[in-house]
């Protein structure tokens, strides 16, 4: 079975963000046949898995999520990995920092993405670590109401602890559970500064 991916990556390595594309692990595939095998895999009741990389490449990130991909005991749900410009053009811990704003616009680009072609899936469910956590809240923030998400993971999330009172505060209303795990990130940056070590469930 292949893995299916969806990338927001203009490039291979670094570069900015760029409208949705399919991928399997042997290349560009088309939207008709995922979409197909959702159907196929989930009996017309379609949910979805998601997992985020960050700081490698295109072919390193779906190398990675293969193996994700293929260890998820989820049912019939259908897992798709997401790969996004989150690694550095040149190797400095700097452009971190500045990654923020790519996984935004790779959320809200998922966001539309997702409402133009998947509005049959029954629930979606998300699972990130590090910058993932903002692009997984994004998409959600921007997805219909007619989605129902049921699960959310954040592994070790670079965003602020209070990401889910504060800024994502109205997504709330829209988690059935919801996972998280966030530790200090030794960063400059103010906004991630103030974050502290916690985890819990709802």
């Known amino acids: 079975m292949p893995h299916w991916i969806l990338s927001t990556r203009a490039h291979s390595i670094g570069g900015p963000v760029a409208p949705v594309k399919s991928w399997t692990q042997t290349g560009l595939a088309s939207l008709a046949d995922l979409c197909r095998s959702c159907s196929r895999r989930s009996k017309g009741a379609t949910s979805f898995s998601r997992l985020t990389v960050f700081e490698v490449?295109?072919?390193?990130?779906?190398?990675?999520?293969?193996?994700?991909?293929?260890?998820?005991?989820?049912?019939?749900?259908?897992?798709?990995?997401?790969?996004?410009?989150?690694?550095?053009?040149?190797?400095?811990?700097?452009?971190?920092?500045?990654?923020?704003?790519?996984?935004?616009?790779?959320?809200?680009?998922?966001?539309?993405?997702?409402?133009?072609?998947?509005?049959?899936?029954?629930?979606?469910?998300?699972?990130?670590?590090?910058?993932?956590?903002?692009?997984?809240?994004?998409?959600?923030?921007?997805?219909?109401?007619?989605?129902?998400?049921?699960?959310?993971?954040?592994?070790?999330?670079?965003?602020?602890?209070?990401?889910?009172?504060?800024?994502y505060g109205a997504l709330l209303t829209r988690l059935t559970r919801y996972r998280y795990s966030l530790r200090r990130e030794m960063l400059s940056s103010p906004s991630l500064s103030r974050r502290q070590s916690t985890s819990g469930n709802h």
């Open 57 to 167: 490449n295109q072919a390193d990130g779906i190398s990675h999520l293969g193996f994700w991909l293929d260890n998820l005991e989820i049912g019939n749900a259908v897992p798709i990995g997401i790969v996004w410009p989150g690694d550095c053009v040149i190797p400095i811990f700097v452009d971190y920092i500045l990654e923020g704003r790519e996984a935004i616009k790779s959320g809200q680009l998922l966001a539309t993405f997702l409402n133009a072609n998947f509005t049959g899936a029954v629930t979606v469910s998300f699972a990130s670590h590090s910058l993932g956590a903002r692009l997984v809240l994004q998409t959600i923030a921007g997805l219909a109401g007619s989605f129902h998400v049921r699960r959310v993971l954040l592994m070790a999330g670079a965003i602020d602890d209070d990401c889910l009172t504060g800024e």
